[in-house]
Each structure stands twice: as structure tokens, then as C-alpha cells.
């Protein structure tokens, strides 16, 4: 898949790499050290071109996810080795037909990286919906809620040792306090990355407040 690329003297480059949004290009220009490589990056989530103030795109894809920059214009790298041709095999053990989907969405203005994560991720993991109800039992187990504008949950999971662990992203590049919902947990810890508690968070109405640095992540241990 190629997209055609917008001036390069105006047009910015934006990567989701794990746990970064990276500028694919030596510092002080992008977020690159010497020595880098400046040609493939792996893309988790998504990929935004955009000038300083608008408009610009964000590319979302499904299944290939090699960015090649050596390539003009901008090249999704979807089948193939181009490390070593004589490792390819020519028909895919027998399967000829492929399909490789992306999503391509357009914005007036400059590019925001909240707006980005959120639109990106409903692309790849649209919500499922079903009209019905809800027994009592479910509807009275502990529900939690994240401001989308801030900050992305990327996951919800058992803890090691004792409760739940959220973990959060931020992406909207503030640094400062992010509200949360937690209804019906009794007790919050902020965590490290480890799952190591670090310190007790007040819950009141049901809410959790806690510091974030721009781009930060955090964790949080939350007590049923």
C-alpha cells in the first residue's frame, strides 16, 4: 500500500511504535539517535502525516505493519522478505490470494495524539454491541472508565498477587492529574510497571485521581 506523501518541507511523520509516538528521523529533526535505522519501523498502531498546522491523515493498519521509508512515497512493506529474497517462498505454501486491510482517515487540523490513539484503536477493535439486558448479579460488578481525551487503558488484567492492574497511557501530551471511574473497588495503589505498589489512592464518588507525565504510563492496583 503506498500514500502519497504531503511536501516534505511542511509534512510531519508520526509512528505508534510500542510504548512511543516516534518522528522517524534523526534528532534534532525527529526522535532518532546516531546510528539509527531510518528506513523500516514496525507500526502498532498507527501512522499520521501531517503539516505543523492541518491538514494531515492517520493511516491505521490492519495487517501489515512494516513501514518502509526508503521507498517513495511512504510504503506499507505487506508480504515478502527483503532481507533475503531466497527465504521467500513464491506461493505462500500453496495460498496466492491475500488480503491486507488499513483504515485512512483525514483531519482539517494539526495532529493530536489522543484523537489519533482513540480513532485507531476503534478502527482495530470496534466496539460490539448487543440490545438486551444485563442480569442484577453482572450489573453490580466493579466497572472502570477512562477519559479518552487524556489517556487509553491499554490493558485490565489479574494481578499477580491480589486484585486487578490497570495500565495506562498517556496520549493527549499533558503532564497532570487524570481523573479515573472505579466503581465498586474499595481500595486503589499506584504501581510500577512491575506490579510493585507504590503508593495508596484515595477513591471518592466512585473516582481515583493520579499524576501522569506527558506521554507517561502508569499502573494501578485496583481492590474489589
Not at 42 to 63: E, H, N
Request: proline share 8%; glycine share 10%.
Amino acid at each position: 500500500m503506498r500514500t502519497r506523501r504531503l511536501p516534505s518541507q511542511a509534512a510531519f511523520e508520526r509512528f505508534e511504535t510500542t510504548g512511543a509516538v516516534i518522528r522517524p528521523r534523526p534528532q534534532p529533526e525527529g526522535d532518532l539517535l546516531p546510528g539509527a535505522d531510518t528506513r523500516r519501523f514496525a507500526v502498532q498502531g498507527f501512522v499520521d502525516v501531517s503539516m505543523p498546522g492541518g491538514p494531515g491523515v492517520t493511516i491505521a493498519p490492519l495487517d501489515a505493519f512494516v513501514v518502509r521509508r526508503d521507498l517513495e512515497p511512504l510504503t506499507f512493506e505487506a508480504l515478502g522478505n527483503d532481507q533475503n529474497y531466497k527465504e521467500v517462498i513464491r506461493d505462500q505454501h500453496g495460498v496466492r490470494e491475500f488480503r491486507f486491510r488499513y483504515a485512512l482517515g483525514a483531519h482539517s487540523g494539526p495532529y493530536r495524539g489522543a484523537e489519533a490513539f482513540a480513532w485507531s484503536r476503534s478502527v482495530a477493535s470496534p466496539l460490539l454491541a448487543v440490545r438486551g439486558h444485563l442480569p442484577l448479579r453482572e450489573q453490580a460488578l466493579p466497572g472502570v472508565a477512562v477519559d479518552p481525551a487524556r489517556a487509553i487503558a491499554t490493558c485490565l488484567k489479574p494481578a499477580e498477587e491480589q486484585g486487578q492492574i490497570l495500565r495506562l497511557w498517556e496520549t493527549a501530551g499533558q503532564s497532570g492529574p487524570l481523573s479515573l471511574q472505579v466503581h465498586g473497588y474499595r481500595r486503589a495503589m499506584r504501581t510500577d510497571l512491575l506490579e510493585r505498589d507504590r503508593e495508596e489512592l484515595r477513591i471518592a464518588n466512585g473516582k481515583v485521581t493520579l499524576d501522569l507525565p506527558a506521554h507517561g504510563l502508569a499502573g494501578v492496583r485496583l481492590l474489589p
